[in-house]
Structures are given as structure tokens and as C-alpha cells.
């Protein structure tokens, strides 16, 4: 009996722990976070903006470092574009000491990142969007008032070297959407480091 | 002359000896036969790196696992998701370090997108990562486990085979 009751405990667990965040299609919600030069940041304050590359990344996640170089250069490119990117730490710095707000200061000075790295300890942004691991991306289009997803999953299809990568899972995805054209795939994985969250 | 010979032998015998478990780098298609054992073995399967904090965290309870179970039909097998470029400087430091005993396998294929799903439906890709199956069913979990949580997982699965 204690068994059975301990494998319905464990499958609703599953279940919930599915069952949230968002998928390609969704509407996502608009947010305002504090960003590493101390103001808040806002995607409703791009007016200019056709939409977003939101990167959901850390300070030490070693696959995340890994395409540190790789997101800056996304930015570079497509920020002109209209889809600047919007990095946001969803680590909790009580469980990651390396993710503290200060720490995030000083790798976006060190990297001289050229976007926004915003700042999400109790995960108000990444839980609704439902990011599990870091990196992960979610590029969100502007429909009107609405942020629309159009692509969740990786940036590309090599995580340890950049020179080896064959298909860029993001450029293609924005560049679709620039030519008005539904991002094909629109959702891919890859391994990346849990999001570090208090057991609940 | 002759002592050269034996030391030489003696050297030999030391070296292999001290020699840590091989630790076999594989593609995916080389981890495949690893997750689909037909047999009368439960296998517990850890997804993990050596930079991935939870995952070290919870590394001992594997070990734990893998001898409290020794003489029953359990195997525990790490799989590495460290980078192919750190596997001399920090993949077998770190083993030899910490004396693992459980079976070691790094996973250089890093074309994750397309392996991800044949792991389990349900993963994310978010490390630690954790399978335990036998012929007859099998388990996912995205989560870090206490050592009595992994105990008792594997448990359920012995018990109802």
C-alpha cells in the first residue's frame, strides 16, 4: 500500500513538473527586471523592437559560458534587426552562490556583454515561461500588443564548439520571422544545467 | 641486468595496479546498447558533469547505491556529459580523486538536440538526469535524489519487476 501511494506521490510529481511553462504558439507575458547596471528593464520600453531573443543563461553553467561568445554575437546581429537579445539569470543565488547579483555584474563586464542580463532570483519570469536549464531560449515575436513564442530550445547544434556547429537553430528561427515565415524547427534540446531553485 | 628486469616487472605490476577504471569515450549510438539491456539486471543510469553542482552533490548516493547493491543484479553507470576537451584535465582527475567506483562512460556527442528524445520524451535536457529500468519497465527523472529517495526508486522497481 505504501508503495502504491508512493508511486501516485511520484507520477503526480511528474506530472506538475511537465505540466508547466510554455509552448511554441503561447502567449507570453511582458516583464520588468532589474538589470546588471541597476535600472529595470522592460520589454514594453522597445518600442522599436519586432520582438525577442530571451536567453535564459547564468555566470558558471559550463555549457552556458560556452555560448557566451555565441549570444553576444546574436545580439550584434540581430539587435539592429529588431530581435535583441534579453538575457535573464532564473537562478536562485541561495542555492547557486555563483549566481548572486554581484557575480552577474562583474561577467557582464568581463564578457562586455552588449544586452541587457536581468536579473529573475525568485524565477517570477522563468517559472511562467517554464525554463528548466540554462541555456535555454525562447524568441518571442510582437503580434500586435502581444508577445507572441515562436521558438524554445537551443541556440545551435553544438554546444561545445562554436566552429563545429552545422545548423543555428536561432539565426534561422529570426531569420524566418524577418521574412515573415514560421521558424522550422521551432522547438529543439539540448543539455544544459538545471535552473537552481529551493526544493519545494 | 637482472635487477633492471625485476624492477622493471615490479614497475609494470604497480602501474596496472594503480591503473583507474577505463573510462570509454562514446557517441550516442555507442550509449544506446547501455539503455536498453534485455536482461534480468536493473540499471541505474546518471546523467551528469563535473562542473554540474547538484550532480556532484548527489554523485556519493550512486556510489552508495552501487555497493549497497553489489551482490544483487544492479548496475549503476555514469554518464559524463563533460566536453571531450576536458576528459584528461578534469573528467579522470576527478574520478581517480574521488575514487568512483561505479562504471564511467563519457557521452562526446554534442549534437544533443538529436539524442535528447531517444533518452526519454520527457527530458528537457537539464542535468542531473537519471534513468532506472529493466527489461520489463522503465523510469525517468529530471531531479536531484537524497540517497533515500534513489534507494527507494530502485526499490519500487525490484519489487514490481
Known sequence: MKKITLLIVLSIFSVLSFAQGYNVGDKAISFKLKNVDGKMVSTADYNNAKGFIVIFTCNTCPYAVAYEDRIIELNNKYEKKGYPVIAINPNDPEVQPADTYELMVAKAKEKSFTFPYLWDPDRKVSAVYGATKTPQIYILNKEGKDLVVEYIGAIDDNFEDASAVSKKYVESAVSALLARKKPSPDFTKAIGCSVKKKKV | ?161
Not at chain 2, 3 to 26: H, K, M, R, W
Not at chain 2, 28 to 50: C, E, H, M, R, S
Not at chain 2, 100 to 118: A, G, H, T
Not at chain 2, 131 to 144: A, D, G, M, P, W
Open chain 2, 1 to 161: 641486468m637482472k635487477l633492471i628486469f625485476i624492477l622493471s616487472i615490479v614497475f609494470t605490476l604497480l602501474f596496472y595496479s594503480n591503473q583507474e577504471q577505463a573510462v570509454p569515450i562514446v557517441d550516442f549510438k555507442g550509449l544506446q546498447p547501455y539503455l536498453n539491456k534485455q536482461n534480468d539486471t536493473t540499471y541505474v543510469i546518471n546523467f551528469w558533469a563535473t562542473r554540474c553542482k547538484p550532480c556532484i552533490k548527489e554523485l556519493p548516493y550512486f556510489e552508495q547505491l552501487n555497493e549497497k547493491y553489489n551482490n544483487k543484479k544492479v548496475k549503476v553507470i555514469l554518464v559524463s556529459l563533460d566536453f571531450r576537451k576536458s576528459y584528461e584535465s578534469q573528467l579522470l582527475p576527478f574520478i581517480k580523486r574521488k575514487g568512483i567506483k561505479s562504471e564511467v562512460i563519457l557521452l562526446d556527442d554534442p549534437d544533443s538536440n538529436q539524442w535528447i528524445d531517444k533518452v526519454d520524451a520527457k527530458w528537457s535536457g537539464a542535468i542531473p538526469a537519471t534513468i532506472v529500468y529493466n527489461k520489463n519497465s522503465r523510469s525517468f527523472y529530471e531531479q536531484s535524489f537524497t540517497f533515500n529517495e534513489l534507494d527507494s526508486v530502485l526499490n519500487l522497481k525490484l519489487s514490481n519487476p
